[in-house]
């Protein structure tokens, strides 16, 4: 019998290891020793970080050959000598480092080595002095901002290379701010075999620039593609396809639908449509200080405006917090100085707007009559005509009647040239931090502003401010003759000023690196968000 219990007991722990040992080979026990499978790898991303990207502008950002500078410095094809920071401070580029001579009338620069064109040409002091050489030719026209040596270089003696990497300029009197005049659009350098003994460019131009220009089709679009042989760090795209597209609301549609995936250049896009994004996931908007500013011009050879208290009344009348809050979604700052806020030589001034004050001004130049004027803006600016209408109205109550006419830009600049307007809503860029470059356009006598938008605006006060910050040496002495400067065209206006703009971008949320600048937006930190 013990031995039956025993056998009993033998055969039911055989059958209890057995049923255990079968549900440890189905998983069924905690204790399994069967491996864990790794957690599921992460899924990779679909994106292609070198497929093209496609952004857009309302213009042509390379007008090509016909353009004394080609394509703009928002390419990021050629390189000046000199560059800004975000102050608008110069800082260095193709030129690594400089010095002034004591009297302020040498600049020596030293050119950064081992630089090469997009052609293979080295980037040495014979470049700089060949780009000099067509700089001398002639003043160019451009869709940006004129190639004019005289303007960027005032008062320059002579150019020479001092050796392979050093180049000497001189000038018949101190140019302490000479570094100014050259940042960006006033020292551009070209490879001296992408133009002909004229200066025009013979084909696509070669820069230095961390993309070069592969294709460029006019009204169309400029294709870009990364340079690979770029002196600095390489750019993050490999090819970028900037369209031509001059409808802003087709611009627009083309960003929702994803046709492009970023706006750029100025007028990127319209306030109105930039608010309709906020808020989307898929899109974002990237802003910061523009070196833009709109203004009204007057045509001051004739009467009314030919008389100092009707430019003024204009002024008193406007209410530009209104513009900039209704019309432009408040992406502006009213200003009535005719500097833009982004030149570290700009100065604030409060701005006067009083009604009454205005009518009673006007009233002593209309003698209790009215006036009627042409007020010409550009259509393709579809902000603009808003923006007259509400100017009009203003201006109707100290006695001005405005005929509002739309033109294209073009049409319109050849109409002020020959006087026959009244009023006209135009902008301008800085193309350098040197405010000179501005005072002697629009407030010297001579300036082609000026004289080609029939502004009649001659000062002998600015005449000799201009000559004495001109002759000094003393940085002080300069700064508060462009303060002076600045305070007349608040008083006397030239023009009449409305407000500083902001630089506006709208892009697509797949895209990083997208942010506005000065001048543009840095284009080659665009990348692909991975």
Request: charged fraction near 25%.
């Amino acid at each position: 019998m013990e031995s039956k219990k025993k056998f009993c007991k033998l055969l039911s722990l055989l059958l209890a290891l057995t049923l255990v040992w079968s549900l440890t080979g189905c998983g069924g026990s905690p204790a399994a020793e069967e491996p864990v499978p790794d957690a599921a790898p992460a899924a990779e991303s679909t994106v292609d970080p070198d497929a093209e990207i496609v952004l857009a502008g309302y213009r042509n950002l390379a007008p090509g050959e016909k353009d004394g500078y080609y394509c703009s410095k928002i390419l990021y094809v050629w390189e000046p000598l000199v560059t800004q920071d975000d102050n608008a401070a110069p800082v260095p580029c193709l030129a690594e480092d400089w010095e002034m001579s004591e009297d302020g009338t040498q600049w020596t620069f030293f050119l950064r080595q081992g630089v090469k064109f997009h052609d293979g040409t080295d980037f040495n002091a014979d470049a700089v002095i060949a780009n000099f050489d067509r700089m001398g030719i002639e003043v160019k026209s451009s869709s940006f901002y004129p190639l004019d040596i005289n303007s960027h270089y005032p008062n320059l003696e002579k150019y020479e290379k001092v050796d392979d990497y050093t180049v000497r300029l001189t000038f018949s009197q101190p140019a302490p701010t000479q570094l100014y005049n050259m940042v960006n659009f006033g020292s551009a350098m070209y490879s001296p075999g992408c133009f002909d003994e004229n200066g025009d460019f013979n084909g696509i131009c070669v820069g230095t620039g961390p993309f070069k220009i592969t294709e460029n089709k006019l009204d169309e679009y400029v294709l870009l593609e990364r340079f690979d042989g770029y002196w600095g760090e390489t750019a993050k795209a490999k090819t970028i396809r900037v369209k031509v597209i001059p409808d802003a609301d087709t611009r627009f549609s083309a960003l929702k639908s994803g046709e492009i995936l970023g706006v750029i250049d100025l007028n990127a896009i319209p306030t109105s449509l930039a608010v309709q994004l906020e808020g989307n996931s898929d899109f974002a908007l990237t802003t910061t200080k523009s070196t833009m500013i709109r203004f009204l011009t007057l045509n001051g050879t004739e009467f009314p405006f030919n008389d100092v208290r009707m430019r003024q009344a204009v002024s008193m009348a406007l209410q530009r917090s209104v513009i900039t809050e209704s019309v432009y979604d408040g992406f502006g700052t009213p200003t009535t100085n005719i500097l833009n806020y982004s030149t570290p030589f700009y100065k604030e001034f409060p701005v006067e707007e009083d009604l009454e004050k205005a009518k009673e001004l006007a009233n002593e130049v209309l003698g209790g009559q009215r006036v009627t004027v042409t007020y010409l803006y550009n259509g393709n600016e579809a902000a603009q005509k808003g923006e007259a209408e509400l100017i009009s109205s203003w201006l109707s109550e100290i006695g001005i009647d405005c005929e509002l006419q739309p033109m294209e830009m073009t049409n319109m600049k050849e109409q002020m040239k020959t006087g026959d307007y009244g009023i006209a809503r135009m902008q301008q860029g800085l193309s350098n931090s040197e405010p000179a470059t501005i005072f002697r356009r629009f407030m010297l006598t001579s300036g082609d502003h000026n004289q080609n938008y029939s502004l009649g605006y001659q000062s002998d006060e600015v005449d000799a401010l201009m000559d004495e910050a001109s002759a000094a040496l003393d940085m002080d002495v300069r700064t508060a003759c462009y303060d002076r400067i600045q305070e007349i065209s608040t008083q006397e206006f030239p023009v009449v000023p409305l407000f500083n703009d902001m630089t506006l971008m709208a892009y697509s949320t797949k895209l990083t690196g997208y942010d506005a600048k000065l001048y543009g937006i840095e284009l080659p930190l665009v990348a692909w968000k991975q």
